[in-house]
Nanobody, 118 residues
Framework: QVQLVESGGGLVQAGGSLRLSCTASGRTFSDYTMGWFRQAPGKEREFVAQISWNSGSTYYANSVKGRFTISRDNAKNTVYLQMNSLKPEDTGVYYC???????????WGQGTQVTVSS
């Protein structure tokens, strides 16, 4: 089992920045690909960004490319999401997730709320 705890959400004005953190415990963090997802009110959860176990590969949704940066520190068992130039449409609950590479994202955090005001 992997336990994931997100932090860093909050209320920010459009154009501002936030950095989300997700700390893992329970298994070897570097065994997992890590991802960030978000869910806006009334919408389905959507993919935001992903990073491979050694930070060698990153992927982003088109909607956040150039504004968000995913990174990880395996020594701290933590994955980050730096969000710049935030827009009201970035509002939602942000979840981090861990994938063992065999069956999608197996473990999920409880989520952290991000609200961007116009």
């Amino acid at each position: 089992q992997v336990q994931l705890v997100e932090s860093g959400g909050g209320l920010v004005q459009a154009g501002g920045s936030l950095r989300l953190s997700c700390t893992a415990s329970g298994r070897t963090f570097s065994d997992y690909t890590m991802g960030w997802f978000r869910q806006a009110p009334g919408k389905e959860r959507e993919f935001v960004a992903q990073i491979s176990w050694n930070s060698g590969s990153t992927y982003y949704a088109n909607s956040v490319k150039g504004r968000f940066t995913i990174s990880r520190d395996n020594a701290k068992n933590t994955v980050y999401l730096q969000m710049n130039s935030l827009k009201p449409e970035d509002t939602g609950v942000y979840y981090c997730a861990a994938s063992d590479g065999r069956s999608g994202y197996n473990y999920w955090g409880q989520g952290t709320q991000v609200t961007v005001s116009s």
